[in-house]
């Protein structure tokens, strides 16, 4: 019973750490890449 | 500014030697504890998996409490120099410390969960208001959430500058309070201890300290990778900003 419960948390714990390591990571490329088309779309008008 | 900065600061090796550092990390505490080399066993509470979870609770918690002290510095560097660049650091640290902080709560919450027997709580229990630890870092992220809410709702850039150093500032005692509130007040939270026979503490063995170590070190490096990362796209938003005005006064 402790054993699942335990596998079952340490499994929840590390996804969840990668989960944010990975968004930290994404979010400011997407980010920067949709404000730099922007402003290139904005220099071409 | 980002031509003055060295190069390893302008390429993505920062976030390469980071992830490395932490799949070691990631490899070594799994195949440790499956060979055996590492024990997790504490007095009342033997031969439990669950406090792997350790490693990665503790870098969560010393991120978040490095990021809101970088803030600390950057908002009163801020103050002191004018320059826009330190607000941005500060602001972008606390979104990376409010990040880490949640994340070392809900871990400390499926830990206490998992070993909520050993409390003699119900095993439904995720949390405790009593605890000192899990109250104070609750306050502390509900600090700097609302922080990050205060200062997206100021217009007026200096002034949305100047009065969030401030309450960068003077948020910062809620920091030592989280960190202290486990050793002043009575607490249910497992604490590091050099000595193998105290109840329900982590042994200060040398093999789990020196992997906790890298941990935080690979956390550390890839900390400021993300916030350059930030400060350069609010620089980037900022010229779009620029780039909208100066249009709407063209039209």
Redesign the interface.
Known sequence: M??D???R??T???I??WL??I???IY??F??RR??K??KN??K? | MTRTLPKFMRTNLLLYISITMLLINLFLIFGLTVSNLIVWETTGDPNRLVYMIFFYHVSGAWLGYFSFGVSLLSHGLYLKNNKILFSRIGKNSIIVGVFFTAFALITGSLWYNATVAGYGSRPEDYWQWSDGRQTMTFVLLISYIAFLIFRSMIEDKEKKARLSAALGIVLFPTVPLSYFSAIIFETLHVLISPIPEATGNIYWEPLKMFMLLFNLIAMTIFFVYIVKKLVDLDLEKEKLEILIQKRLMEA
């Open positions: 402790s054993l419960q335990d596998i948390t340490i929840i714990s590390f969840l750490f944010v390591i968004i930290l990571i400011p490329i980010q920067l404000t730099l922007r402003i904005f220099e008008i």
